[in-house]
C-alpha cells in the first residue's frame, strides 16, 4: 500500500470544535513583530520609558532660560506699645544662568546618554519579546505536524492490526502479530496525549509574549519554510544592543564623573527683584509704600559639597570602567554565541537536506516490507520495525527543521541593532 504524507500549511487551529467552530485569531509568522510591539506589555512600558527619557532631553537649552518666581501677602505686625499695623506685601524675583562651569552641557549629554540606553533597552526588550514568539510559533508548527503524523500512524497501524488478524485466522502466524500492532497503538496513542499537553503549553507561550487574552482561540496559518541561510545578516559588533548598552551606561557614568569633577568651579548667575517689603522685612518702608529694586551678579561656591562631589567623581569612574570591562566580555560572547549558532544553522541545514532522502528511502523499505509480508516472506516483527523506522526519519526531519528556526530565531536576535516603532 503506498503511504501518503500528511500534508500541512493552510491553517492550524488551536480551538475546540463543540458543534460549531469557535471564534479564533489567525496569526502567521510575519505578524509576529507587529503584534509583540503593538500588545506585548514589556515592549510597552520599555517604550514608555523611552518616552520618559525623551521628555528629559534638550537640558542644556532650558538651563538658560529665567527662573522667575512671586509672592504675595497680607500680615499684621505690632511691636512693643505701638498699634498693630496692617499691610499687604508682594514681590517678584529673577535669575539668569550665565555659568555652571560646564555642568550644565554635561548633564544634557548625560540625558541624551540615558535617552540612548532606553532606546537600546526598548529594542532589546521587543528582540526578546519577539524571539519567544517566534520559538513558540515555531514550536507549534512542529507539533501540528507531530500530532498529524501520529493520527496518521495510528491508522497505518490499524491496517496493519487487522490484516495481522486475517493472518492468524488463516492460521499463517500466531498471536504475537497482532499483540505487538496493539502494544503499538498503545504507545501511539500515549505519545499523541503527550503532545496534546505540549501543544497547550506552547499555546499559553505564545498567548503571553503576543498579549492575547485567550490561548485556545489562537490559529497559527504556516508551514516550515525553506531553508535559506543567506537571509540571516552579519553581525555588526558595535551596534549589538546588548553591548550598545553597556557602552551607554559607561558613557553616562564617565559624564558624571566629569561634571562631579567640577566642583571647584564657581556658579554665576545674574538676579534681579522688585517688591513691596513686608512689615517684617523693613517695618518703615512699608509702612511708605516704597517700592524696591535690586539687581547683581552672584557668584558662588558649595565647598562643603565639593568634598562629597570629588569623592561620588572617583566612584563613578569606577563604575564606568566596569561597563567598559563588561563590555568588553560581552563582545567575546557575542562573538562566539555569533559563530556557534551559524555553525549550528550550517549543520541543521545539512541535516534537513540529508533527512530528505532518509525519509525517501525508508518509505521505499517499507513499501517493499509490506508487499513481502503479504506474500509470508516477512513476519510482523519485521514490518513493525519498517513501520516505525519511517515515522521516526519523518519525525526527526520535523526536529531538524523545528531546531533550525529556533536557532535562526535566537541569531537574528542576537545580531538585531534596533527597531522601528
Avoid: C
Avoid at 323 to 329: E, F, I, T, V, W
Amino acid at each position: 500500500m503506498r503511504i501518503q504524507a500528511v500534508f500541512f500549511g493552510f491553517i492550524v487551529s488551536a480551538h475546540v470544535f463543540s458543534g460549531h467552530q469557535a471564534w479564533a485569531e489567525k496569526i502567521r509568522f510575519e505578524d509576529l513583530p507587529r503584534l509583540v510591539r503593538e500588545k506585548n506589555e514589556n515592549v510597552a512600558a520599555s517604550r514608555q520609558i523611552l518616552k520618559a527619557q525623551e521628555q528629559r532631553t534638550g537640558r542644556l537649552a532650558r538651563s538658560f532660560l529665567p527662573q522667575i518666581s512671586a509672592q504675595a501677602g497680607h500680615e499684621e505686625f505690632k511691636a512693643g506699645s505701638l498699634p498693630a499695623e496692617r499691610k499687604s506685601y508682594w514681590r517678584i524675583d529673577g535669575t539668569l544662568n550665565l555659568y555652571r562651569g560646564g555642568r550644565d552641557r554635561i548633564e544634557d549629554q548625560i540625558r541624551r546618554s540615558q535617552r540612548n540606553f532606553a532606546s537600546t533597552s526598548y529594542a532589546s526588550e521587543f528582540q526578546t519579546e519577539l524571539r519567544e514568539a517566534k520559538k513558540a510559533f515555531w514550536g507549534l508548527v512542529s507539533v501540528y505536524k507531530r500530532i498529524a503524523e501520529r493520527t496518521e500512524a495510528i491508522e497505518k497501524n490499524e491496517i496493519n492490526l487487522r490484516s495481522a488478524r486475517k493472518r492468524v485466522g488463516a492460521g499463517l502466524v500466531t498471536t504475537a502479530d497482532t499483540s505487538q500492532f496493539e502494544l503499538h497503538e498503545i504507545s501511539l496513542k500515549r505519545e499523541l496525549k503527550r503532545l496534546e499537553l505540549e501543544k497547550d503549553q506552547l499555546l499559553n507561550q505564545l498567548s503571553v509574549a503576543l498579549a492575547l487574552d485567550d490561548h485556545k482561540n489562537i490559529s497559527i496559518v504556516a508551514d516550515f519554510p525553506p531553508i535559506k541561510p543567506e537571509l540571516v545578516a552579519p553581525l555588526e559588533v558595535t551596534k549589538q544592543l546588548d553591548i550598545a548598552a553597556l557602552k551607554e551606561l559607561a558613557t553616562a557614568d564617565e559624564l558624571r564623573a566629569r561634571q562631579l569633577s567640577r566642583w571647584l568651579r564657581p556658579k554665576v548667575d545674574l538676579y534681579a527683584s522688585y517688591g513691596l517689603p513686608s512689615l517684617t522685612e523693613d517695618f518703615a518702608r512699608s509702612l511708605r509704600d516704597d517700592r524696591e529694586m535690586t539687581a547683581g551678579v552672584r557668584v558662588s561656591f558649595d565647598l562643603g559639597q565639593g568634598i562629597e562631589d570629588r569623592n561620588e567623581a572617583a566612584a563613578r569612574s569606577a563604575e564606568a570602567d566596569a561597563k567598559r570591562l563588561q563590555s568588553a566580555h560581552k563582545l567575546r560572547e557575542v562573538n562566539a554565541d555569533n559563530h556557534e549558532l551559524r555553525h549550528d544553522l550550517k549543520v541543521l541545514g545539512e541535516l534537513i537536506a540529508a533527512s530528505e532522502d532518509d525519509v525517501k528511502r525508508a518509505e521505499k523499505f517499507l513499501r517493499l516490507t509490506e508487499r513481502e509480508y503479504a506474500r509470508g516472506v516477512q513476519n510482523g516483527p519485521d514490518l513493525l520495525e519498517a513501520f516505525q523506522k519511517y515515522f521516526e526519519f519523518r519525525d526527526r526531519r520535523i526536529e531538524y527543521f523545528q531546531d533550525y528556526l529556533e536557532t535562526r530565531s535566537d541569531l537574528e536576535s542576537l545580531i538585531a541593532s534596533g527597531t522601528k516603532d
